[in-house]
């Protein structure tokens, strides 16, 4: 059989990686772990359409996620690193 027949490969949805200082990282991390007090980093990009957000360092200083094809927009993406650098701001501030 031929891939004709099961029809072709399509794109359902895109990953993307954001570097962070390896000082900014390790507050992103440390923030995290006082969780009880606020919503974590990868909750609140889920909550903007992020999927699979992953940050525990084992591939470098990188906060990973994905969207859905038709997510793949410059505005939601812009929205996504927006909310990677307010919650930087706000943990280099101690007020996550």
Known sequence: MSITEYGKAFCLRRSFSVALTVDDFKLVVDADLEVEHYEQLDQRLGRAGAEDV???????????????????????????????????????????
Not at 63 to 87: G, H, M, R, S
């Open 54 to 96: 992953d940050y525990d360092g084992h591939f470098g200083a990188y906060i990973y996620f994905a969207v859905c094809d038709e997510d793949d927009t410059p505005e939601k993406l812009a929205e996504l690193e927006q909310i990677i650098a307010d919650y930087v701001s706000a943990a280099k501030n101690r007020s996550v």
